[in-house]
């Protein structure tokens, strides 16, 4: 695609749900990154796909946390048993290799926990 | 934690006026980048300042990086009221030959630009 796709933007669930968010990156980039941005912590980074694999999970927060990429693309990040403080915009963001150079972020999904 | 620390964390200018916003960080860094956030969501680019460079230019950017001082600035020239946005530093740290768009974001500076 021209962008980063991400979906839903918008999604209100209530504590304890599962979650999933979705993730199409640039067609042919090979590097995949989720973040989190909420007011209290700024922007962190998640987790880091190149293809398939995840060599860097070091930002996800707690094992509810998990994502996975099949087939070199579409990525999802899954929360289970949301909780209040997951409340935040999760941000994907895509780049075409190895080299940490500039990174192509989606518009993000708003996820609200009530 | 964040490896940049930016200020000032608002500015507030007219429209013409140059805006200059500043960055820190912590540890050896493989390059430092400069993004711009519009309404809260999807982060846009703007340049790319390697660990051997000093000074970059882009249209009416200008980014320097003094990394003996482990410090950036970010100058925009002749503000327009579309330049309202929040600004975010982000370093591309050393990773001992492992390289990948792990990026620590600073705390970002809010600029309106008034017309």
């Known amino acids: 695609g021209a962008g980063v796709s991400q979906s839903p933007s918008n999604k209100v669930t209530e504590k304890g749900k599962d979650v999933e968010l979705r993730c199409d990156p640039i067609?042919?980039?090979?590097?995949l990154y989720w973040y989190r941005q909420s007011l209290g912590q700024g922007l962190e980074f998640l987790i880091y796909?190149?293809?398939?694999?995840?060599?860097?999970k070091s930002g996800l927060p707690s094992d509810r946390f998990s994502a996975e990429r099949t087939g070199g693309s579409v990525s999802t990040l899954t929360i289970q048993r949301t909780q209040q403080e997951d409340s935040a915009v999760y941000l994907c963001?895509?780049?075409?290799?190895?080299?940490?150079?500039?990174?192509?972020f989606g518009s993000g999904t708003q996820l609200s926990v009530l | 934690s964040q490896q940049g620390e930016e200020d000032p964390q608002a500015l507030s200018i007219q429209e013409g006026e140059n805006a200059t916003m500043n960055c820190s960080y912590k540890?050896?860094?493989?390059?430092l980048q400069w993004y711009r956030q519009n309404s809260g969501r999807g982060l846009v680019h703007l340049i790319l300042?390697?660990?051997?460079?000093r000074e970059k230019h882009s249209g009416r950017l200008r980014v320097t990086l003094d990394t003996s001082k482990k410090s950036s600035s970010l100058l925009i020239t002749a503000s327009r009221a579309a330049d309202t946005a929040s600004y975010f530093c982000?370093?591309?740290?050393?990773?001992?030959?492992?390289?990948?768009?792990?990026?620590?974001f600073g705390q970002g500076t809010i600029l309106t630009v008034h017309p």
């Open positions: 540890t050896s860094i493989n390059n």
């Open positions: 067609s042919g980039h090979t590097a």
């Open positions: 982000a370093t591309a740290l050393n990773a001992g030959g492992t390289s990948y768009g792990k990026l620590t």
């Open positions: 796909f190149q293809g398939n694999s995840a060599p860097d």
């Open positions: 963001a895509s780049s075409s290799g190895y080299s940490n150079e500039k990174l192509f």
């Open positions: 300042i390697r660990s051997n460079e």
